[in-house]
């Protein structure tokens, strides 16, 4: 099933097009890389399908339904979760705080309004669960802000699982991670699509993406250069002519 359609999305900042004209959809339970030279258009995507700001032009559609309007918090509770480039557990708080913490609107969807507690026993029991799921179980007392790169990335992910997401958006998250570290992480990538979540992965290290994703979208200047399964990119003229020119 179709889970998000983005339809001749375009953005503009300033007279420079971040984002021109691109058409891609998602699917549950796989895993799209979406790959591209620096500057391409990659994170400016996630922050419109994630309601920082607002398109120039075009349609997103989440499981059928526009999601346009909405605003970064609405995004998330309906149902899409992301990570950033830049990991943002809260840096003082262990382990386990950061998971708790990030049950956020299931416990308490208003500021009047409380659906429960953190406390409740279902609750703890997840945060539990989710703490196991993404190996962090020997760090559970450990303050974030002290966690090895690796072990943050996969807190940030528990944290984005928390708010139960049917589609999760993946900024380069094995950026900065040792060789071994990044392929422990997308091992994690892969156990979560394995349970239907649609995720969105933007990554530069080709390696990695090329082992993960069955489909690629490939960004250019604003534009979608390519689509198709890693043989088809990595032999499409217009994909090695965007890496080639930028490293010449
Ligand atoms: N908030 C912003 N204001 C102005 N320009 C921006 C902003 N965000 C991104 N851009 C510009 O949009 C282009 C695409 O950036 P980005 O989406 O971050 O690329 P990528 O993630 O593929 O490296 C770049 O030229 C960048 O400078
Ligand atoms: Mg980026």
Redesign the pocket.
């Known amino acids: 099933m179709t889970l998000l359609e983005v339809k001749a999305l375009s953005k503009e ?2 007279g ?1 097009r ?1 984002l021109d004209g691109v058409s891609f959809a998602a699917r549950g339970g796989e895993i799209l890389g979406i790959i ?10 996630f ?1 419109i399908i994630s309601g920082i ?1 607002p398109p120039s032009g075009g349609e997103i559609n989440f499981e059928g339904k526009s999601i346009l309007r909405l605003k970064p918090h609405q995004v998330s509770r309906l149902g899409i979760g992301r990570t950033f480039q830049i990991v943002r557990p809260f840096q003082n708080l262990d382990v386990e705080a950061n998971v708790m913490v990030a049950f956020g609107h299931r416990v308490y969807p208003s500021l009047w309004k409380s659906a429960g507690s953190v406390w409740q026993p279902e609750i703890q029991k997840e945060v539990q669960d989710l703490i196991d799921r993404v190996g962090l179980r020997p760090h559970l007392k450990q303050i974030a802000k002290t966690l090895p790169l690796g072990f943050k990335k996969r807190l940030e992910i528990a944290r984005a699982l928390a708010l139960q997401p049917r589609l999760l958006l993946l900024d380069e998250p094995s950026a900065g991670l040792r060789f071994e570290e990044s392929l422990q992480l997308m091992g994690l990538i892969r156990q979560v699509c394995d349970q239907g979540i649609g995720i969105l992965l ?1 990554e530069h290290n080709m390696h990695v993406v090329m082992d993960l994703c069955k489909r690629i979208v490939v ?1 250019d200047h ?1 534009s979608k250069i390519a689509e198709g399964s890693p043989e088809e990119i990595r032999s499409n003229p217009l994909v090695i002519q965007a890496y080639l020119g930028k490293e010449a």
Do not use: E, Q, S, V
């Open positions: 900042f300033d420079l971040a591209g030279p620096n500057g391409a258009g990659k994170t400016t995507l922050n700001y933007i960004l604003g």
